[in-house]
């Protein structure tokens, strides 16, 4: 990170070739936060790791973060049938996928056949957000989507998976479990037909964390493992870690600040790389 931001500063790089410091949408702000940031992270970072609560401190963060955003989840998501899928992980452990079904459409409408019954729905697979450390699967950012569609006549099964946090699973952990509760939907057709689910027609979807994770998951699945993901959601992903591109120039002086928070989650995933690490 300190080298991109020397570069970056001095004009010596290929993708700013007019140094930071010129640049016509840096603010005064911004020119003092790209100074003294990347001259403090690594002193943040050493603090960090002598810092033996921070596990502790990061769990209470995600307690408070559940109690908040399960009350907006559980009031969007009122009227839609809830279940949750328990996964096996290879080490024993338990994977949860809350999933969503809207209610059932009246005889007639758009979600309905002929005879009154509904037809397969398409499936949403959600990853939260959360920078890899806090979050949940009942957030209330994917019930927003979910509610939205059924709003707009694009009615959807919803699977939150509850993947994995760092610090006390680190990478590859996450997308391990996003990719094990995209392929029980994907290999199992009978299965969907079962949940009412059309397996012919699975979505990824994610937030921040979750989006950078949906699409690794996306490039992962459909190049090695064959399973088709019919369309692909990003929400504000972070997908370039060198930060290379021009939008990122009004926004440099957060990227030493975004990465001292990963510090504390372990290497990011990331879609542009086959390396798993940013």
Known sequence: MQIWFLTAWLGCSDSHPTPLWRHPEVSFLDWLC?????????????????????????????????????????????GWSASVIELTRADGSTLLVHLHRPPPPTAGAAGSTEQGSEKPLPLVLWLHGGGFTVGGARDSVGPTYATELLSLGRPVAWASVDYRLAPEHPHPAAPDDALSALEYFAADSARCASLGIDAQSIHLAGSSAGAGLAAVVAAEATARRGVAVRSLLADEPMLDPRCAYAMHVPYAYAMPMMCLCLAYAVPMPCSCHAAPHA
Do not use: C, Y
């Open 34 to 78: 790209q100074l003294l940031m990347p001259l403090l992270a690594p002193f943040k970072r050493i603090v960090g790791l002598r810092e033996p609560s921070r596990t502790a401190r990061i769990v209470k963060m995600r307690e408070q973060m559940a109690t908040m955003e399960l009350k907006s989840h559980d009031k969007l998501f009122a």
